[in-house]
């Protein structure tokens, strides 16, 4: 497989052009293309087309004109350039309003073949690009990011009541395991629970504090049975010292 100038430009007779970059690309996978190698290939092709497309609408811009409006508007040659490629339209404002007959030479197996797109244009490499990056999706879905399960606090003290050590070593692994980035975070959380203190206090305000006995009462569930029962002691009690103050 060539992923080449008319490889890509093939597309343009595909009435599903994503669908047409995508069943190509299952062919370059069994040729052993990585997704970069064909992908990016396939884009940077239309760019350098895309640059093609500008240095044409320059090359053919002799004057620009300002309309009652006060919008620039940039005249063209009629007819044909240098090269043979026809102008379409006489009076363009932005390379969007540019086309001509795209005339170009391939090499297939030894010997060269011309060919030739009409009205070539922005809006058919757009076309081209917004075809690749649909395929490179299709073929690569993105895994949509999900929330992790659990809080950071959930974490530390699901592994405080089951006796399972959160350090500066491993804190970083056991926070990754749950969707997490930061093992500091993790172990400061986990070194403020290890404090009984800490878990059956009360808060400085009853908001905090039904925060606090909402969080205990999340983790129960997640618990062993044999480490179930010190968790809800501790619920128990943290509930008591709350009724207390109130």
């Excluded at 970059?21 to 062919?27: L, Q, T, V």
């Amino acid at each position: 497989m060539n992923i080449d100038l008319l490889f890509v430009l093939s597309a343009l007779n595909e009435v599903d052009k994503t669908n047409y970059f995508y069943r190509e690309w299952k062919k370059a996978e069994q040729e052993h293309y990585t997704e970069q190698a064909y992908f990016d290939s396939c884009i940077k092709i239309v760019e350098s087309l895309e640059n093609e497309i500008q240095k044409k609408y320059g090359e053919l811009c002799y004057s620009t004109i300002t309309n009652a409006n006060g919008k620039r508007i940039m005249l063209t040659n009629l007819g044909e350039d240098e090269n043979g490629n026809e102008v379409s339209i006489s009076k363009i404002t932005t390379a969007y309003d540019f086309s001509f007959n795209f005339h170009y030479t391939v090499t297939e197996q030894g010997r060269q073949i011309n060919c030739s797109v009409s009205n070539f244009s922005k809006h058919k490499t757009d076309e081209l690009k917004i075809a690749i990056v649909k395929a490179n999706e299709l073929a690569f879905p993105k895994k949509k990011k999900t929330e992790p399960q659990f809080t950071v606090n959930q974490i530390a003290l699901i592994h405080l009541y089951e006796k399972k050590q959160v350090t500066r070593e491993n804190g970083k692994e056991i926070a990754k395991q749950y969707g997490h980035a930061s093992g500091n975070n993790l172990f400061n959380r986990f070194s403020y629970y290890s404090s009984r203190q800490n878990r059956i206090a009360t808060e400085s305000t009853q908001k905090k504090t039904k925060n606090k006995i909402e969080l205990i009462e999340s983790v129960i569930p997640h618990l062993s049975e044999t480490n179930k029962q010190s968790a809800t002691n501790e619920l128990n009690t943290l509930k008591t010292n709350s009724t207390k103050e109130d």
